[in-house]
């Protein structure tokens, strides 16, 4: 289990991942609607944006299912059902956004399937910016801290673990995903919370075959 763990900082950690995750997906799918991908480019594109989906309905799965529903009595001021509704919304995109990827997977009308794509990863922006705003505001280290002890921020963190790893499947895939897409110094600290044999063995070494095609979208490690 991660030791004295700051819930807010994490939720930070985790929302910039997605956020730059997000922006990179932006970026390659607007290039992509005049510019055809090698195909070993389209390949990590693609596994990119699978990562990306599963990863983000996993973080809101704990969030609808565990974090609010844990804080909800201690910090009342939130506005849970405003923020599980926004959630609703984005897996109704996600789903779109699936859809146009599963169209870019097949290489045929890879223009088309690009602005779809485009279309609704912008459209996803506009809600998630003012969204994580909110939670970051709302659940913020000094508001959780002042109202959770120590011990209860760890286990609770321990119970996000446990639904990431039930979740986050195939892990050779999401984890990279999730660690390349923050900067070295937030990485370090990130990975703390998860096994040495994982980050020091698993990802760079053994699994490294499995998500190499992701490489050009991810951060420098």
């Known amino acids: 289990m991660a030791q004295n763990v700051d819930i807010a900082a994490d939720l930070e950690r985790v929302h910039g991942a997605i956020t730059r995750a997000l922006e990179v997906s932006v970026e390659n799918s607007a290039k992509f609607i005049n510019k055809t991908p090698a195909d070993i480019e389209l390949q990590g594109f693609t596994m990119f944006l699978d990562c990306f989906i599963t990863f983000l309905e996993g973080h809101h799965e704990i969030?609808?299912?565990?974090?609010?529903?844990?804080?909800?009595?201690?910090?009342?001021?939130?506005?849970?059902?405003?923020?599980?509704?926004?959630?609703?919304?984005?897996?109704?995109?996600?789903?779109q956004i699936d859809e146009a990827n599963q169209h870019l997977k097949e290489a045929e009308n890879i223009?088309?399937?690009?602005?779809?794509?485009?279309?609704?990863?912008?459209?996803?922006?506009?809600?998630?910016?003012?969204?994580?705003?909110?939670?970051?505001?709302?659940?913020?280290?000094?508001?959780?801290?002042?109202?959770?002890?120590q011990i209860d921020q760890d286990k609770l963190v321990a119970r996000f673990g446990d639904h990431s790893r039930q979740h986050s499947k195939p892990a050779q895939l999401v984890l990279p995903f999730v660690l390349y897409n923050m900067p070295p110094e937030v990485r370090s600290i990130f990975a703390k919370g998860i096994p040495w044999i994982v980050t020091g063995l698993l990802i760079p070494y053994i699994w490294k075959s499995k998500w190499r095609p992701m490489k050009p979208y991810f951060l420098p490690h």
Request: hydrophobic share 35%; proline share 7%; aromatic share 8%.
């Open 111 to 149: 223009g088309t399937a690009a602005r779809a794509l485009n279309k609704h990863l912008t459209q996803l922006q506009k809600i998630w910016y003012p969204h994580i705003e909110s939670e970051e505001t709302h659940l913020c280290g000094e508001c959780i801290c002042s109202v959770v002890p």
């Open 63 to 95: 969030e609808d299912n565990i974090a609010f529903p844990f804080f909800k009595d201690k910090l009342p001021e939130t506005p849970y059902e405003k923020l599980k509704a926004e959630h609703r919304e984005m897996v109704s995109i996600l789903k």
